[in-house]
């Protein structure tokens, strides 16, 4: 069976500082990526997702980046957070196009 | 204007009376699909129950249904004989066309289950 992990569960960051969000897939392969938002008491925003490696598609503009450098890698990246950064990081996948995201414990992280 | 839209934000229900948290939603595609997900306090968006805009029957997923009304776009989630443990968040979310990965939720509904 497939499933996904990410790391940290948890971060607490100084403004300024660099970040590195970590998700990966067992179980399938060339799965469609996706890394959501949650900011406190909100819906999930889509941030970036993939449906290859080296393929990032971006929906928000903003300081973060994402890159896939392996089929069932996806990192989430900030050369410099911002407060506005904090949330929940959810990473979800999918075996194709339009079919259900199963999604990752997530990341809580805050920026101070 | 809202794609997906849930106007409870919050809702008690007695432990084992069904619960019905509404959902509406907004498209001109004739192919879609309706989500429906459970977070938890530990966060993670549990997947429960999905509905095609051409399926004929209304999903079911164990104590999960799914009462799809089209023509009312309309997709609300059904939990027949509630626990305690249903006591969570709960998001609609839609797909919009054929084999688009963007999935959109609505701002959820609070679900607790009292004792």
Known sequence: ?112 | AQKITQTQPGMFVQEKEAVTLDCTYDTSDPSYGLFWYKQPSSGEMIFLIYQGSYDQQNATEGRYSLNFQKARKSANLVISASQLGDSAMYFCAMREGHGDDKIIFGKGTRLHILP
Do not use: M
């Open chain 1, 1 to 112: 069976s497939q499933t996904i992990h990410q790391w940290p569960a948890t971060l607490v960051q100084p403004v300024g500082s660099p970040l590195s969000l970590e998700c990966t897939v067992e179980g399938t392969s060339n799965p469609n990526l996706y890394w959501y938002r949650q900011a406190a008491g909100r819906g999930l925003q889509l941030l970036f997702y993939s449906v290859g490696i080296g393929q990032i598609s971006s929906e928000v503009p903003q300081n973060l980046s994402a890159s896939r450098p392996q089929d069932r890698q996806f990192i989430l990246s900030s050369k410099k957070l911002l407060l506005s950064d904090s949330g929940f990081y959810l990473c979800a996948w999918s075996i194709d196009r339009g079919d259900t995201q199963y999604f990752g414990p997530g990341t809580r992280l805050t920026v101070l």
